[in-house]
């Protein structure tokens, strides 16, 4: 069974729109870890941000912020104000258990597509 | 800077032939991996490695065997290279951090295409 699934496969939006990418995981541990991840064309995954299960404080950073619901198993990424530069494929991640030697759960990744 | 360095960023090699990857980081970190991307399928990990000589299968290990010799050098073979093998293949490492678990630091990527 998919432990991290992202359900929107491609989203189109049109500069300065508000967009929001879901991330709905599965787990039976009690401590996990959730991440975001960018992948703009070059390639090369960029870390976003990373969620402790036991912190469910939503976060802001610029115009991004993130949507931690435990209730719902869901870890949901906007970006307000969406710019080209945002263009990229967005990974969402599951890490369960400390000791598992840091291993990911990945989600098939949410292709963003800004236009101006 | 730190990095994560993948030697090649684009391959194309013959079906049958032993292709090496290699993948370098100068972070001193306990953990590396392998992952493939294929559109669709996000990223599925092949092979991870915790420490010099240590090597644990990932999902998807078939077709594949990794190699670290060295603290910052983690190696991925494809023993005979198929056209199924046909993928961006990424490398990354982290740390071994009992406070918390660290992010994962990527790679640029190696587009490989099996013809």
């Known amino acids: 069974a998919q432990k991290v699934t992202q359900a929107q496969t491609e989203i189109s939006v049109v500069e300065k729109e508000d967009v929001t990418l879901d991330c709905v995981y599965e787990t039976r541990d009690t401590t996990y870890y959730l991440f975001w991840y960018k992948q703009p064309p070059s390639g090369e995954l960029v870390f976003l941000i990373r969620?402790?299960?036991?912190?469910?404080q939503n976060e802001i950073s610029g115009r991004y912020s993130w949507n931690f619901q435990k209730s719902t198993s869901s870890f949901n990424f906007t970006i307000t104000a969406s710019q080209v530069v945002d263009s990229a494929v967005y990974f969402c991640a599951l890490s369960e258990d400390l000791y598992n030697f840091n291993k990911f759960y990945f989600g098939s990744g949410t292709k963003l597509n800004v236009k101006p | 800077d730190v990095k994560v360095t993948q030697s090649s960023r684009y391959l194309v090699k013959r079906t049958g032939e032993k292709v090496f990857l290699e993948c370098v980081q100068d972070m001193d970190h306990e953990n590396m991996f392998w992952y493939r991307q294929d559109p669709g399928l996000g990223l599925r990990l092949i092979y991870f490695?915790?420490?010099?000589?240590?090597?644990e299968k990932g999902d998807i290990p078939e077709g594949y065997s990794v190699s670290r010799e060295k603290k910052e050098r983690f190696s991925l073979i494809l023993e005979s290279a198929s056209t199924n093998q046909t993928s961006m293949y990424l490398c990354?490492?982290?740390?071994?951090?009992?406070?918390?678990?660290?992010?994962?630091?990527f790679g640029s990527g190696t587009r490989l295409t099996v013809v």
């Open positions: 990354a490492s982290s740390l071994y951090d009992r406070r918390g678990i660290s992010g994962y630091t």
């Open positions: 969620r402790n299960s036991f912190d469910e």
């Open positions: 490695s915790y420490d010099v000589k240590m090597k």
